[in-house]
């Protein structure tokens, strides 16, 4: 999120490959996520403004804006599409297999949507990459405990 509420050009192509894959279903029902950062607004209400933009109506989006970080988002969206049925995440390639998981460990049907492309900037590539590589395990313990107690 960048200042005065304008998404970055990962959020938008997140954004524009959730609505393109969306086209494949009726009535689907867009959870977006994220609170506010350091910039406002929150990043859920930047993606629905995305959405609506996009032709979704607004009955369709379900705004979910206390997460601070993925595990919390997912705990958050846990609580609002328990009983839904699979829900399709729709993210950036590298971050998917932690956002499956750990709605799978909060056993939530998970699903992907087919991510946007990669960013053409290499580095951030690999950087993204390696953090997601590094957070995985980290999440999956916190996750696996969430489980165990019954606490998601």
């Known amino acids: 999120m960048r ?11 997140r954004v524009k ?5 969306a086209a494949h279903f009726t009535d689907p029902l867009f959870v977006p996520t994220g609170g506010v950062g350091r ?11 995305l959405l609506r933009g996009m032709g979704v109506p607004s009955k ?5 804006e206390t997460g601070t970080d993925t595990l919390s988002s997912v705990r958050a969206v846990v609580r609002l599409v328990r009983d839904v049925g699979p829900v399709y995440v729709a993210t950036s390639g590298y971050h998917l297999p932690r956002c499956r998981m750990l709605l799978r ?8 949507c ?7 900037v290499v580095w951030q590539r690999w950087y993204w990459r390696f953090r997601e590589a590094a957070a995985i395990p980290y999440d999956a313990v916190l996750g696996l405990l969430l489980h165990l107690r019954g606490r998601w």
């Open 3 to 13: 200042s005065g509420g304008r998404p970055s050009t990962t959020l938008v192509r």
């Open 17 to 21: 490959a959730a609505a393109a894959f």
């Open 39 to 49: 910039y406002g607004p929150s990043e859920a209400s930047v993606m629905a403004r």
């Open 60 to 64: 369709r989006i379900l705004l979910e």
């Open 105 to 112: 460990l909060a056993g939530i049907a998970a699903l992907a």
């Open 114 to 120: 087919p991510p946007p492309p990669a960013s053409p």
